[in-house]
C-alpha cells in the first residue's frame, strides 16, 4: 500500500504556509466583497507565526500539524483561528505515533479534524464558510477510498470536492459571520474561509503526492 | 476615512500603549501584549475576574478593568475575538489562587476562544468559571435565548460580578452574581449610521440616511427592523417596548438603566433619548434606582445608542452601588 | 443629518430634562429653565463656583457641576452665548454670601453677556469675580494673549478654583486659584471633520477628506493651517509643538495632560494620539503627573481632538488631584 | 418743533416686533448663506417675548425701548442678545423723562444707544456687522438736523443710510463673527445683522413719522 513517511511533515506545512502567504490578498479581496476584508491578512499572520516557530528542520506530520493548529488558536484570534487551530490539532493528533502516513491514516486525520470542528461550530453545509469545502472533501477523500481507489487518486478526488465545495458557495445567502447581515446580497461571491480552506486541501494533496511511494 | 492613526494594521497594539501610559494606576502590561491588568492584579484571597473580546467598543472591554472592578482584559483586533492564548493569560494575570470568573458576551469567536482558554488553564491548574451575556433581546426570540448576544449589559454583569469578589465571594459566588445580573438585564440597540474599521477603510454596513435600524448589533448585526428616522420619543418608544415586555421585568420592579452613545452620537442626544425612556419605564411601574447614560460600550464611530435596563434586587443593587474605579466607570460609595 | 432629538429648536431644552432625570444627586433645576445647580448649593460657607457657555461641547459645560466642582451652570443654545439673565441666575443659584467665582471662556457673546450679569448680580447684592480662560494658542499671537480662546484648559480651571473653594478659599483665592491654573494651561485643537448643529441640518463648516486643520476652534473657528491628514504620531507632534513653545513651561516642568476628543473620535485613536503626546512632552522635559483622556470639551459630532498641557506647582497639583464627582469628571483621593 | 408725544413708545416697538417677526425667515435665509441660519429665530424669539411682556396697554417710548432691550438681553443669548439688548436700552434710557421727543431727543437717542453698543464691542464699521448699519444711520440723522433738515426728513436720510450701509456690507469680508470663518468667500451676501438692524432703523422711522405733529 502506498504511503509516505511521517517526518515528512514539516514539508506538508511549509507548503501550507506559502500558499496562504502567497494567496494573502486574494483572500482579503475575497473577503472585502461580502465580508470586511481581511481574511488573509487574518489567516497570513498566523501562518507566518508557525513558520517563526517552525524553523528549517523536519518534524513529524502530527507535530508539525499540531503546531500549525496550535499557533492559529493562540494568535489569529476570531472565530477562525479557533476554528482552523481545532482543525490541523485534529488532523495532527490522529496522526501521532504513525512513522508512515497511508491512505487509511490520513482518511481518520481528516475524520478527525471534522469532528474537532464540529465540536466547536454548528454551522453546516450550505451556511456559506468553510464547511462547504471541508464536509465535501473528507467524504470524497473516504468515498474514494471505498471505492477501491490508490492514495494518489483519492487525492485528487478530495481537492477536486474541496474546489467544487468552494465553487458551491457562491450561489449560497451567507447564514453565518459578517455576511450573514447581506442577506440575498451576499449571493454572487465565493465565501473567503471556504476558499482558504480549499486552497489549503488542494495543497497538501498537491504537497502529498510526490511523496507517496 | 479621517482618523487619527498611525498604522490601520496597528490600531490595536498603538491604542495599548496609550492607556498604558495615561492611566498607570490602571493598566499594567503583562507578558501577552493582548493583555492588560489592574497593577494590584492578582489581588490575594480574591477571586479573579476576566472580560476580553474584541476592540472597537472602548471603553469596553478594557476600560471596566480597574479598583473592585474587572482585574485584567484580553484585546482581540476590531470587532474580533482575542485568541485563546490571550483569554488564558489574562486568567494567569488574574489569579490569586481563588479561580477566575470570567464574564464575556456570546459571539461565536468568543465562545470558542474562551472555550479552548479554559481547557488549556484547566491543564495550568487555574479554575475558571465562565458567564456568557446575552442580553440583547433583538438578537434572537425568547424560547432561543441562548443564542442572543452579549451588549452593553456586560457592564453590569462586571459590575455585579466584581462587587461580589471585592466583597469576598467564592468562585461559585462571583459566578452566581454575575450570571443573576445578565439573567436579569435586557438590552436593544439602535444604529443611525454604520462605523468605519480604519483597517477596512470603508463603512463596515450601511444604513441609509432617513433610516434607522433597530436592533442592530454592535458590529451592524443586522437588526429587527429598519424604519425611518424618528425622533428621539419615538426612537425611546421602539427600544423600551422590546426590552419590558421580555422577561423578567414586573411593574413594581426597581431597575438600574444603561443607555450607551454608540460612538458618534453626542451626549446631549443620549440624554434627550434618556427623558423619554425614564418617563416610559416610569408608565411600566418601573422605578429607576441608578441611570447611566453616556459612552459606556460603542461601536467606533457608529451613530446611535444601546438600552439595556437590568432589575434589582437588594443583592444586585448593593453590588451596582459598589464603588468602583476605571476609565469606563468611576463612582463613589452611594449614588 | 443621522440624529437622536425631537425637535431641532428645542435639542438644548429636551436634553436638560434628560440630565435632570438620569442624575439627580448632580443636578437641579432652578426656576431659569437655562440654569441646573448641584442640588446641594449655595453650600453655606462656600464661595460659589459658576460657569457657562453655548451647547454641544457636553459634558462641557454642564457636566462639570457637582461634588467639589462647579455649584451653577448657565446653559446656551449650540454654540451660542447663554443670556445675561442665565448667568444672573446662576449666580444667585451658587451664591451662600460669600461670592461667586464666574469661570468662563473667552468668547465675545460670553464676555458680554457675562459683563451685563455681573452689573446686574452687583444691583442684587452679590459679588462676583471673573476669570476668563484663554488657553488656546492657535487664536492669537502671544503678545495678544488676551484675545485668546478659552477651550479645554478650562476643565482645569473650574477643577482648580473648584477645589480651592472647596478647601474653604474665600473669593479672591478662589479667583486666584482659577486664575494661575488657566494662566498656566495651554491648548490647541486638531479637526478632522465638520459638525452639524441640529437646527441647521447642514456641516457648520467644511474639512475636506484627506486634510485635517491644525489649531481649529471649537465651533470650526479657523485654525493656524490646513494640512494633508497625517499619522496620529505627526498630529501629535503639530499638537505638542506649539503648546510647550509657547509661555510657560520648561524643562522640570511637572505637567497635567487632558487629550479631549471633539465627539466623534473614538477613544482608542484619543490614546493613539496620547501615547506620542506623552512621549514627546517626556522628550521635552516634561513629567506627567496625571493625564486625562477622553471626551471631556466636545463639539457635537466634529471628528479630532484637542490637547491641553498645564504647568503644576504644588498648589496647583494638590487641587487637581482633588477628590470631585460630576458627569464629566470623577475623582477619589488619589491618582 | 414737530415732534410726537412718548407715551406712543408701545406701539413704536410693537412696530418693531411685527417687523421682525415678519422677517424671521428672511433673515434667518440671510444668515445661512455664511452664518448658521439662526438670525430670525433668534431675533424672532426675543422680540416674541418682548410683546407677550408689553400685553396691549400704552408704554412710554423709554419704558418700552428700555423693556425691548432687557428681554433681549435676558433672553436672546449669544453676541446678538446683549448687542441689540445695550442698543435699545441706551436708546431707552436716553428717553427718560421726556413727554415730546422732538428731533434733537431722537438724536441724542441715536448717540446714546450707539456709545452703549461700542461700550460692548469693538466691532467698527467695515468688519460687516450691524455696526455698518447703525454708524452711517447715526451720522445721517445728525447730519441732516445740522443741515437744518426736519425730523420727518431726517428721519428719511437715517432710513437711506440704514438700507445703503445693510447694501455696503455685500461687498465686504466678515471679520467677526462666524462669517469670518470663510475668509474671501464672505464676500457677496449680506450680513444678517445689518441687514435686520436696517429693517429695525427703518421701520422706527416709519412708525414715527405718521405721529409726529
Ligand atoms: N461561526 C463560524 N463558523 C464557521 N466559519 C465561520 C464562522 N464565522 C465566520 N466563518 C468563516 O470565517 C470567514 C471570515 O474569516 P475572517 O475574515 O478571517 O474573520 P472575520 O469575519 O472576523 O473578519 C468567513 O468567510 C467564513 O467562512
Ligand atoms: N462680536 C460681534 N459684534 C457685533 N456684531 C456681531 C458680533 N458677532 C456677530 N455679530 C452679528 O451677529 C449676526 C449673527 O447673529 P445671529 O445669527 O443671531 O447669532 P450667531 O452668529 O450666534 O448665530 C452677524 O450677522 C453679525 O452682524
Ligand atoms: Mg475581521
Ligand atoms: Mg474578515
Ligand atoms: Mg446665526
Ligand atoms: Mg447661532
Known amino acids: 500500500m502506498t504511503s509516505f513517511p511521517a517526518d515528512r511533515g514539516a514539508d506538508i506545512v511549509r507548503a501550507l504556509i506559502r500558499v496562504i502567504t502567497e494567496n494573502r490578498a486574494y483572500l482579503s479581496e475575497i473577503d472585502g466583497a461580502i465580508g470586511d476584508g481581511d481574511h488573509g491578512v487574518n489567516m497570513a499572520k498566523g501562518f507566518a507565526l508557525c513558520a517563526e516557530k517552525m524553523g ?3 518534524m513529524s506530520l502530527s507535530a508539525a500539524l499540531q503546531l500549525l493548529g496550535e499557533t492559529l488558536m493562540e494568535s489569529i484570534g476570531g472565530s477562525m483561528g479557533p476554528l482552523y487551530g481545532m482543525y490541523f490539532i485534529g488532523l495532527g493528533e490522529a496522526a501521532e505515533g504513525i512513522d508512515q502516513i497511508a491512505a487509511p491514516d490520513f482518511q481518520a486525520m481528516l475524520e478527525q479534524g471534522l469532528t474537532d470542528l464540529r465540536s466547536i461550530t454548528e454551522a453546516q453545509i450550505g451556511d456559506k464558510c468553510l464547511m462547504d469545502t471541508v464536509v465535501p472533501a473528507t467524504s470524497a477523500f473516504s468515498g474514494a477510498l471505498a471505492a477501491g481507489a490508490e492514495f494518489a487518486a483519492a487525492l485528487d478526488r478530495m481537492t477536486e470536492a474541496a474546489e467544487a465545495g468552494r465553487d458551491s458557495t457562491k450561489e449560497m445567502v451567507a447564514k453565518i459571520g459578517r455576511a450573514s447581515r447581506l442577506g440575498e446580497r451576499s449571493r454572487g461571491t465565493l465565501d473567503a474561509g471556504a476558499t482558504s480552506c480549499a486552497l489549503l486541501l488542494a495543497e497538501m494533496a498537491a504537497a502529498m503526492k510526490p511523496m507517496l511511494a | 476615512m479621517q482618523r487619527l492613526i498611525n498604522d490601520p494594521d496597528n490600531v490595536v497594539e498603538d491604542g495599548v500603549k496609550g492607556y498604558l501610559k495615561a492611566h498607570p494606576e490602571l493598566f499594567a502590561a503583562t507578558a501577552n501584549a493582548r493583555v492588560l491588568k489592574y497593577p494590584r492584579a492578582p489581588i490575594a484571597g480574591k477571586v479573579g475576574v476576566v472580560t476580553g ?7 469596553a472591554f478594557l476600560g471596566y478593568v480597574g479598583e473592585n472592578l474587572v482585574d485584567a482584559v484580553a484585546i482581540g483586533e476590531i470587532f474580533s475575538s482575542p485568541p485563546a492564548r490571550a483569554f488564558l493569560d489574562a486568567f494567569a494575570a488574574a489569579d490569586s489562587g481563588q479561580g477566575v470568573a470570567c464574564l464575556y458576551g456570546n459571539y461565536a469567536g468568543d465562545n470558542m476562544n474562551v472555550k479552548m482558554a479554559v481547557k488549556m488553564a484547566a491543564k495550568e491548574g487555574i479554575t475558571v468559571k465562565t458567564v456568557v451575556a446575552n442580553d440583547d433581546v433583538a438578537s434572537a426570540p425568547r424560547d432561543q435565548i441562548e443564542k442572543r448576544r452579549g451588549v452593553a449589559g456586560e457592564i453590569f454583569m462586571w459590575k455585579a460580578g466584581a462587587a461580589a469578589a ?10 452566581a452574581a454575575a450570571q443573576k445580573a445578565i439573567d436579569n438585564c435586557r438590552s436593544i440597540g439602535l444604529g443611525l449610521t454604520s462605523c468605519t474599521i480604519p483597517a477596512v477603510g470603508k463603512p463596515n454596513f450601511t444604513i441609509e440616511a432617513g433610516k434607522m435600524e433597530l436592533g442592530i448589533g454592535h458590529h451592524g448585526e443586522p437588526g429587527i427592523e429598519v424604519v425611518d428616522l424618528a425622533s428621539a420619543d419615538q426612537a425611546a418608544e421602539m427600544m423600551v417596548r422590546p426590552v419590558i415586555e421580555d422577561v423578567p421585568f414586573t411593574a413594581g420592579d426597581e431597575v438600574a438603566v444603561l443607555v450607551s452613545g454608540l460612538g458618534a452620537t453626542p451626549l446631549v442626544e443620549l440624554h434627550i433619548l434618556y427623558a423619554k425612556i425614564h418617563d416610559l419605564l416610569g408608565d411600566a411601574g418601573l422605578a429607576t434606582h441608578r441611570a447611566y447614560v453616556g459612552n459606556y460600550f460603542t461601536s467606533l464611530d457608529m451613530m446611535g445608542a444601546t438600552l439595556t435596563v437590568m ?25
Chains 1, 4 share one sequence.
Do not use: F, N, W, Y
Open chain 2, 311 to 335: 432589575r434589582l434586587d437588594d443583592e444586585i443593587k448593593r453590588l451596582i452601588d459598589h464603588p468602583c474605579h476605571s476609565l469606563g466607570l468611576t463612582q463613589g460609595r452611594q449614588a
Open chain 2, 53 to 59: 473580546g474584541g476592540s472597537g467598543h472602548e471603553p
Open chain 2, 166 to 175: 471585592a466583597e469576598g465571594a467564592g468562585l461559585d459566588g462571583v459566578i
Open chain 1, 56 to 58: 528549517p528542520g523536519a
